[in-house]
């Protein structure tokens, strides 16, 4: 079974300080991994996601994660926070193997989200 | 690029009450899903569709019925609300293909509170 740890229910920075928001996933197979971003009263919105190939995966808003495998981590970071980015960011993990089966009726396809790092960031 | 639309976006339902949350897609997904939201227990799946007239349970189904009788639309209906139903309701939906990674993509939520 996969599953998602999301280190620090609420993280403050001050505008312009780095943003690391910690991700820790279990998984028995190469996972897919997403980080979402939702601002309040919103939707969730997708700021990067990891598949395969590169391992320092670049998204939206200055954003990127790295993909460390020998770590299960999949950090995302930003090296300059703005007030924009106050939102709560949500780390997500899904089965390559099991998408692929949805379809068949073989999988739900269910996207394991974390519980959520709520991020505000000081003037 | 009107996405996944969710409606209405705010509820209060009396315990006991029905009602059904809408939810479409315009960008021909086969995989419809809902989600619920709960402080600090991030997303839950509920059910989910892989095609018209093809319908599952997810983790947490209980209270709830859907149907998918279109590509389009993939209602959630609430049969004798309570409190402990009280969240805030996610659609998301995704196509289905051999580049497929599980990206899904969100409607904007709808905000349920059962008194």
């Known amino acids: 079974a996969q599953s998602v740890t999301q280190l620090g229910s609420h993280v403050s920075v001050s505008e312009g300080a780095l943003v690391l928001l910690r991700c820790n996933y279990s998984?028995?197979?190469?996972?897919?991994l997403f980080w979402y971003v939702q601002y309040p009263n919103q939707g969730l919105q997708l700021l990067l996601k990891y598949t395969t190939g590169a391992t320092l995966v670049k998204g939206i808003n200055g954003f990127e994660a790295e993909f460390k495998k020998s770590e299960t981590s999949f950090h995302l970071t930003k090296p300059s926070a703005h007030m924009s980015d106050a939102a709560e960011y949500f780390c997500?993990?899904?089965?390559?193997?099991?998408?692929?089966?949805?379809?068949?009726?073989?999988?739900?396809?269910?996207?394991?989200f974390g519980k959520g790092t709520k991020l505000s960031v000081k003037p | 690029n009107a996405g996944v639309t969710q409606t209405p976006k705010f509820q209060v339902l009396k315990t006991g009450q029905s009602m059904t949350l809408q939810c479409a897609q315009d960008m021909n997904h086969e995989y419809m899903s809902w989600y619920r939201q709960d402080p600090g227990m991030g997303l839950r799946l509920i059910h989910y569709s892989v095609g018209a007239g093809i319908t599952d349970q997810g983790e947490v189904p209980n209270g709830y019925n859907v149907s998918r009788s279109t590509t389009e639309d993939f209602p959630l209906r609430l049969l004798s609300a309570a409190p402990s139903q009280t969240s805030v309701y996610f659609c998301?939906?995704?196509?289905?293909?051999?580049?497929?990674?599980?990206?899904?993509?969100f409607g904007e939520g709808s905000r349920l509170t059962v008194l």
């Open positions: 997500a993990v899904s089965d390559p193997v099991g998408w692929a089966l949805v379809a068949a009726g073989g999988s739900q396809g269910n996207l394991i």
């Open positions: 998984s028995s197979v190469p996972p897919y």
């Open positions: 998301a939906s995704s196509y289905l293909g051999q580049s497929n990674t599980g990206e899904l993509f």
